[in-house]
């Protein structure tokens, strides 16, 4: 039996499913390419169809978008000079309840985002367990720009450190240790080899969170409100502006889709050339 | 991440993925066609007097005594259910214009009730059936120390407004426009210096002043309900500017269950619907 297997008609059939699958998987990718593209092309021929470029330019769609490069600029300094170390310590030392930090800082991925904003009223609040400590000392978060770098940092901040840490924990130790036999002080050697080797993961981990942080738009608006050019960032605009002008709210929508365009394509061209450089 | 195990039967791992994701899109795709069997149900069942499906879409100020009358709704219409959606009334006006499937529109102003007319989206003439007078709420506590309605003015008060063309902020705006000729021309200016957020809808700025990161907010005498009475206060604006916002409801052109659409109409306007209303503050139109 075994030596005719090549005339099995099982065997036979197998082949003729592996066709079938692998057609069903093309087909399937094309109408998921598909799905994802239409929204975006609505978008855009409603830009073009009612000229609705003109409100990209207006005063609202202008402090929205200035004040989100601002706090998603303030947010990735924050995560960078934090997360780093963070994602180090994550990824190379075995303390004990690792395990626990682990599973804690992939939370805020699963929450959604509301409840992370009631969660972060709740705590920096002017009632809140922290923010009634801080409100004696004249400092309060609720409404200010502040707020939304916090609630941009406790959703994004999982994305950064977790590329970070698993950037890290690729890199040979052994690349590390003969960094130090050559003379090399913890430092130098975190700057100079530990770094440039997990770089493309930790550009890649930050791009992610840069983008997440964006997109920021259900801990922002509960826990932070909304005021244009104070806590209005480019989502909480559109919803604002969805309520009284469509093609104002399409026109941020078309502007935040080319800057997510732009954060894509960067992640693409660096994976791209990260990967280039290692074969 | 990594590309370890890339030798070993990777072809068999191919062959687990794309069953893995055939699954999931099976499921997916069944989700999906069972949700639209479910609005096809809908569709089919608004033509007879037993069961079916009303969609309600109404002002957030409405939330609890609409609450309270689609029980009762169900109760006097077995078979039937009510599904209401509640968001600020310019809110729900674009997404009727967008074409949201619902059967009633039950605004919080004229002007938003007069745009769906206008659009050819109401069927018949709209019913104005409650009142609300604005108020003003701060917290218990009152941390600013807001005795007056003219104390909003006052420098460094956090207050919240709803969004922009949300009615309860609109009303609010006209108030304050009016109170100028009573506590001088710069009293708006004052006051709108001191707004910290704009919410999108009403409810959610009420909810600031709950929440105690508010010192103030306009909100509708409807909006002071018992849940928040331990938590909040009620500064009363002076009538003489105060304005009183009138709420009318209208069954939409492509209602999908016109029958019921109609019948709700009718038991908001009711005696008994306005008795409920009545209870949570808003004020009888007739």
């Known amino acids: 039996m075994k030596g005719h297997a090549k005339d099995d008609p099982s065997t036979r059939l197998a082949r ?6 692998s057609g069903l998987a093309v087909a399937f990718l094309a109408l998921l390419a598909g799905f994802i593209s239409l929204p975006l092309i609505s978008l855009v021929v409603w830009t073009v169809d009612k000229g609705a470029w003109r409100a990209m330019a207006s005063p609202v769609a202008v ?34 309840g690792s395990r626990v930090i682990n599973t804690l800082i992939d939370i805020p991925v699963v929450l959604p985002p509301s409840a992370a904003g009631i969660a972060l009223l709740l705590s920096f609040g002017r009632l809140g367990l922290v923010g009634q400590y801080l409100n004696v000392f004249g400092i309060t978060l609720s409404f200010t720009t502040a707020a939304v770098v916090i609630a941009e940092i406790f959703v994004a901040a999982p994305f950064y450190v977790r590329q970070a840490a698993t950037g890290f924990g690729a890199v040979d130790r052994a690349v590390e240790e003969a960094a130090m036999v050559d003379g090399a002080g ?11 080797l997990a770089l493309p993961a930790l550009v890649a981990g930050a791009l992610t969170a840069w983008a997440r942080a964006l997109g920021e738009f259900g801990a922002t608006i509960i826990f932070a409100g909304s005021f244009r050019g104070v806590t209005q960032t480019i989502p909480l605009a559109i919803l604002a502006e969805f309520q009284r002008d469509l093609d104002a709210a399409v026109a941020l929508s078309v502007l935040v889709l080319g800057f997510a365009f732009a954060v894509i394509l960067a992640v693409r061209y660096l994976t791209a050339r990260s990967t280039g450089d290692r074969a | 991440m990594s590309a370890e195990g890339e030798g070993i039967s990777g072809h068999r791992r191919v062959r687990l993925y794309l069953f893995a994701a055939m699954l999931v899109s099976g499921v997916t795709l069944a989700g999906i066609v069972g949700c639209g069997g479910v609005s096809g149900r809908e569709a089919g069942d608004g033509g007879r007097p037993q069961g079916g499906t009303l969609t309600v ?34 809110t729900l006006l674009a997404q009727i214009q967008q074409g949201a499937p619902a059967d009633v529109f039950a605004s919080a102003a004229e002007e938003e009730m007069n745009t769906a007319v206008e659009d050819g989206l109401v069927k018949g003439e709209p019913e104005v059936f409650v009142k ?7 917290p218990k506590n009152n941390p600013a120390n807001i005795r007056r309605f003219e104390d909003v003015a006052k420098p460094d008060v956090k207050l919240v407004l709803a969004g922009k063309d949300v009615p309860a902020a609109d009303y609010a705006l006209q108030i304050l426009g009016e109170a100028k000729g009573e506590y001088g021309a710069g009293f708006e200016k004052e006051v709108l210096s001191n707004v910290v957020s704009r919410e999108s809808d009403v409810r959610a700025s009420v909810n600031r002043v709950v929440v105690g990161d508010a010192d103030a907010t306009f909100g509708y005498a409807s909006d002071y309900t018992p849940d ?19 709420y009318p409801i209208a069954a939409l052109k492509d209602a999908k269950s016109p029958g019921l659409a109609k019948k709700w109409v009718e038991m908001v306007t009711s005696e008994e619907g306005q008795r409920v209303l009545q209870k949570w503050n808003f004020e009888s139109a007739a």
Do not use: C
């Open chain 1, 16 to 21: 003729g499913s592996d066709t079938l699958a």
């Open chain 1, 63 to 96: 402090d929205a978008l200035l004040l989100s490069v601002k706090t998603t600029a303030m947010t990735m300094a924050i995560l960078l000079l934090a997360g780093t170390p963070a994602a180090y310590v994550l990824a190379r030392v075995d303390f004990r």
């Open chain 2, 228 to 246: 928040i009475r331990d938590k909040v206060k009620v500064v009363q604006i002076p009538p003489d500017f105060n304005i009183v916002a009138t």
């Open chain 2, 57 to 90: 879409l109404a002002a957030s100020s409405l939330i609890d005594a609409f609450g309270v009358l689609a029980n009762r709704f169900e109760e006097q219409n077995p078979g039937v259910k009510v599904r209401q959606s509640f968001e600020s009334s310019s």
């Open chain 1, 186 to 196: 913890h430092w130098r050697r975190f700057f100079r080899v530990t770094v440039p």
């Open chain 2, 132 to 138: 609300n007078r604005e108020i003003v709420m701060v």
